[in-house]
């Protein structure tokens, strides 16, 4: 099923139901989307846009690339969502690798698009979008018939079959460890991404309202679905970005507001309440992932806004869909073992399976740590044109999602590291998170990321990069004496370099990548 036709039955079942907002002002009703949106999908067919041909969008979050993303859905295409920050000289591998026919981006980049390109031009219709401005731009290239015209004709049935193996989404990977590689999501992993939301995660009404604070081109945008399914409220913050006072007045202003976020944003919305003191009433859900969750950060940020957080481990080779802590294991604070139930990220969703490996290929044991692996309806088939990737991915059937971690006998699991992260000194293996852990209960540290650098005798030694609260002022020897009162001595860095922030990505993960070229230089 082509997932525009859940927009169709939306715009028939209430036309006139507020859609898509543009900070507090509404700009589109239901009706209104799916009539844009079916001007989008003639505009691609006039220009010879064939189903299962790729449709980029480089834009900020803004209610356009909603309606951007159901318009090339209709017509039967691929849309491309590409991080809005990255280099143009990023982008246009992208636009090369996908062989994208279109490209949707914002006025000022499309002259710097072509100049980039001017040496081997890009086969690609370039459409400069201001901001708000889509729906006007479309109504002098397809007809306008008119809302309930559009209904009564049966306009919004206008729409390429699509089957659950069709591709839906090519997400491209951060690419922190070489060029991106491009995720094949079809419709049928996002149904059940929805399906799996509405079972593990949680519920969504017509009332509620998604506020897009994070970026479109990741999981904030794959959260869409499911919103348009239940006929919720879409708002997007002036700003085009995540600023914790405007969510916090946008929240108290629709009520029963919808929020995915990074860890690295919650713990900004709750430095900006206890600073502000902000009563923040309006905020109903606040799903976090992307990265890691540590403990005391999500300790504070629950006593400050209530029982409205509920984590959610996936990655874009399985969207959002690999396991889910509940909104109550967040908040017990009084079953024993509450602790380590809260450091971990859930129980597998309703629509996968899950499964450890050890580094000899065998199942692992409970408490022991392993490879997370993953099957199931939103497990992606592979990588856009790159079979060594897709069956170097794969085991027997099962996805290998590069992630370490730990099943307890309740089936919760702990993320312990990426494969890749993980720290072998003296043939011992540590874990980079468990260090951070401690780390971060120190008063004077706001950030820490702990790497591995080569050593002579050791293998690799323990490396951690700091980052001290303003005014505050911590010393190495310090540091050092605060690891090993709490873990052993082998685990403890044997350098501490202080900076005044890690370097992130555009979803707000640390970049090691980056931290391992600072330690080079």
Not at 398 to 403: A, P, Q, R, S, Y
Request: glycine share 8%.
């Amino acid at each position: 099923m082509n997932l525009a036709v859940w927009l169709d039955r939306q715009a028939r079942a209430a036309p006139e139901r507020p859609a898509l907002f543009w900070g507090k002002d509404i700009v589109a009703t239901y009706g209104q989307f799916a009539e844009s949106s079916g001007r989008i999908a003639d505009w691609l067919r006039a220009n010879a846009v064939l189903p299962g041909d790729r449709v980029a969008v480089f834009m900020k979050n803004q209610p356009d690339y909603l309606r951007l993303l159901y318009g090339i859905w209709q017509a039967g295409a691929v849309v491309v969502p590409i991080n809005a920050k990255l280099h143009p000289k990023e982008l246009i591998w992208i636009l090369e690798h996908s062989e994208a026919r279109v490209l949707f981006c914002e006025p000022e980049l499309v002259a710097t698009l072509q100049q980039d390109s001017a040496a081997e031009p890009l086969a690609i219709t370039y459409v400069a979008v201001a901001p708000n401005m889509l729906d006007a731009a479309l109504k002098q290239l397809a007809p306008d018939t008119g809302i309930r015209q559009a209904a009564e004709m049966g306009r919004f049935q206008n729409i390429t079959a699509r089957s659950t193996y069709d591709l839906a989404w090519l997400f491209y990977t951060s690419g922190t460890t070489g060029k991106p590689k491009g995720v094949m999501i079809t419709h049928g992993m996002l149904q059940a991404m929805a399906l799996g939301y509405f079972a593990d995660v949680d519920a969504v009404s017509a009332q509620d309202s998604a506020i897009y604070a994070a970026p479109l081109s990741h999981g904030a945008g794959l959260y869409n679905v499911m919103h348009v399914l239940k006929g919720a409220q879409h708002v997007f913050p002036c700003s085009g970005g995540f600023d914790p006072l405007e969510i916090f007045e946008l929240a108290n202003f629709f009520q029963r507001a919808h929020l995915f976020a990074a860890p690295t944003m919650v713990k900004r919305m709750t430095k900006a309440a206890h600073h502000k003191g902000v009563n923040v009433s309006g905020l109903r859900s606040v799903i976090y992932g992307g990265g890691p969750m540590y403990l005391n950060d999500i300790v504070d940020a629950t006593a400050c806004f209530g029982p409205i957080f509920i984590q959610i481990y996936g990655q874009g080779e399985c969207p959002m869909a690999i396991t889910a802590l509940s909104r109550a294991d967040i908040s017990d604070r009084e079953t024993p073992g509450w602790q380590a139930r809260l450091s971990s990220v859930g129980r597998a969703q309703s629509v996968v399976e899950l499964q450890l490996f050890d580094r000899e290929g065998e199942v692992a044991s409970l408490g022991q740590v392993g490879e997370i692996a993953v099957k199931g309806a939103p497990v992606m088939s592979g990588y856009w044109k790159d079979p060594h990737a897709t069956q170097a991915a794969f085991k027997n059937g099962w996805l290998l999602t590069g992630d370490m971690g730990k099943l307890d006998k309740a089936g919760y699991l702990t993320l312990i590291d990426r494969s890749k992260d993980v720290i072998i000194s003296g043939g011992s293996n540590i874990y980079p998170r468990e260090v951070e852990e401690v780390l971060l209960h120190h008063p004077s540290i706001s950030e820490v990321s702990v790497i591995g650098r080569r050593h002579p005798d050791w293998g690799e030694e323990v490396i951690a990069f700091v980052v001290p609260w303003p005014s505050h002022s911590v010393s190495q020897s310090a540091l050092d004496q605060f690891c090993l009162d709490r873990i052993a001595r082998f685990k403890r860095p044997k350098e501490y370099i202080f900076v005044s922030e890690l370097p992130k990505n555009n979803y707000g993960k640390v970049l090691k990548t980056t931290l391992r070229s600072l330690l080079k230089d």
